[in-house]
């Protein structure tokens, strides 16, 4: 028997090979997870193994993942949890009764009283009405109703689902998804993965990433000549630009969406991110209700949230939800077949989205200490937001936007000619140099604008506000020692 045989290896070559394998999974790229990341980690196996470096630590800012840099997590998000996991727990008097009355009813609605069975495939109906409450309250009194409500795994997981619905046709009928660039790129890489059209609208940098409906207008009519734009994606607080959409901005977006016949995608995972003087949350939802029914009764939408991002920032228990508003009913029974598939999502991240949306209240045991904590989270956030852009806008060749929400900052590099040549020489894009060059020279690992899309011509990256403050001034420093070296080598 040859090696490759007795390897499980075929003689006649192998079933799946590059050249056979989906051509769309090879377009598909993720750059939060790109190759900068994968050089870092290798980088720790380095220092681990004794390696000597110029750093001792590499420091990710690359990705919104609050307690990998830090942040404590809620404590009564918490306590409820390990009480559903651990039900013995319920006897310890260690637990406040808040939180033992919600692991009950949480249990209470679980098949055999776990969180190891499946739930129904929608999410378990007593979280999808807490949910529903939740938009309610948020939105002032709007209606939510619970049979419009998908619980999913992260946002990203509805959001995927949401275009797999919507994508269909073939050549200049083949649907097409309009996206901000920049953009974040699960956008992009679902895109690829869906065999769907991308179409590019460009956020104005000028205008702190503003959306202005002239360009939407301009990307659509551009788009019409090759493919059928039938999808408008919008993120807001915005990732990685950190803009926040004031009220008149989404009322123009609305009346686009209604005019141009386009089906709205809300990404509002961010939306207790916000820190600018001035500016508020508005969600599409409560705008499009407040626009009247000549637009609420007309205009199909899906609106998306999650449990990884906020004051939370619990990205593994991959929790999240969306809203469908105006759905065909014979289009949401195939969505209900569609999540009946992959069964239902984590039981865990269910729990953690019901407490999320049904906090402790003013009367109960854990009220203090949840205020306090959610209150701190948010507050050290917005101060890391004005630092960041304090001390960027002092780096010579830096152009930093004010982090209005969210949780990155997307500044803007002027890059040398002689730079941007040797960039070319050794085959990268010049911010990927860049950025790989101050991965290994300081252990500061940023992802490069070009992942996520920029204009022509200009050079950014994205870093995230989450390390805690000491550490995040430390990486602010490291960044603008490093560029005033690049700028000078490169002079």
Not at 141 to 156: F, V
Not at 383 to 393: D, P, S, V
Request: hydrophobic share 35%.
């Amino acid at each position: 028997m040859s090696q490759e045989a007795a390897n499980g290896g075929s003689p006649r070559g192998r079933v799946l090979t590059l050249e056979n394998m989906n051509p769309n999974v090879k377009r598909v790229e993720y750059a939060v997870r790109g190759p900068i990341v994968q050089r870092a980690v290798q980088i720790e196996k380095e220092l681990k193994e004794g390696v000597k470096k110029p750093f001792t630590e590499v420091i990710k800012a690359n990705i919104g993942d609050a307690h990998a840099m830090g942040q404590k997590p809620i404590t009564f998000f918490r306590q409820v949890l390990a009480l559903c996991s651990y039900p013995e727990l319920l006897e310890d008097d260690k637990f406040p009764s808040d939180a033992k009355n919600r692991a009950r009813r949480i249990l209470e609605a679980c098949g055999g009283h776990s969180i190891g069975a499946y739930s129904a495939s929608q999410g378990i109906e007593c979280i999808r009405q807490d949910v529903a409450r939740f938009i309610e309250r948020r939105d002032g009194g709007i209606p939510s109703n619970p049979d419009h409500i998908y619980l999913s795994t992260g946002a990203s997981d509805a959001i995927v689902t949401m275009l797999k619905l919507l994508v269909c046709g073939e050549g200049r009928d083949r649907t097409g998804v309009m996206i901000s660039i920049p953009q974040y790129p699960l956008y992009s890489a679902a895109l690829a993965d869906l065999a769907a059209v991308q179409i590019n609208y460009y956020l104005d940098e000028e205008k702190c990433w503003g959306l202005d409906v002239a360009e939407l207008r301009r990307s659509l009519t551009e788009a019409r000549k090759h493919c059928n734009p039938r999808v408008l994606c919008i993120i807001n607080p915005g990732n990685p630009t950190g803009q926040v959409q004031s009220r008149q901005c989404i009322e123009d977006v609305i009346r686009f969406a209604k005019e141009e016949h386009l089906f709205l995608m809300a990404d509002e995972v961010y939306q207790d991110n916000v820190y600018a003087e001035g500016c508020k949350f508005h969600s599409f939802k409560k705008v499009l209700f407040e626009m009247g029914p000549e637009y609420s009764s007309t205009v199909e939408m899906a609106s998306f949230h999650s449990t990884s991002k906020c004051y939370m920032g619990e990205c593994g228990f991959r929790g999240g939800y969306m809203e469908v508003i105006n759905m065909d009913p014979e289009v949401k029974a195939q969505l209900i077949k569609l999540v009946s598939v992959r069964l239902c999502p984590p039981i865990p991240g269910q729990a953690l989205l019901d407490l999320v949306v049904n906090p402790p209240q003013p009367d109960e045991p854990s009220y203090t200490l949840f205020m306090k904590e959610r209150t701190a989270v948010l507050a050290a956030l917005a101060e890391k937001a004005r630092l960041t852009e304090q001390i960027f806008n002092t780096v010579p060749g830096f152009t930093c936007n004010p982090v209005q929400g969210a949780m990155y900052t997307f500044p803007r590099l002027n890059l040398s000619q002689k730079a941007i040549d040797k960039a070319k020489e050794e085959g990268q894009i010049p911010d990927m140099f860049y950025c790989m060059k101050l991965l290994e020279e300081e252990g500061i690992c940023l992802v490069p604008g070009s992942g996520f899309g920029q204009r022509d011509g200009t050079f950014h990256f994205r870093m995230t506000i989450l390390p805690p403050t000491d550490k995040l001034k430390f990486v602010l420093e490291k960044i603008r020692d490093f560029h005033l070296r690049f700028t000078q080598e490169f002079s």
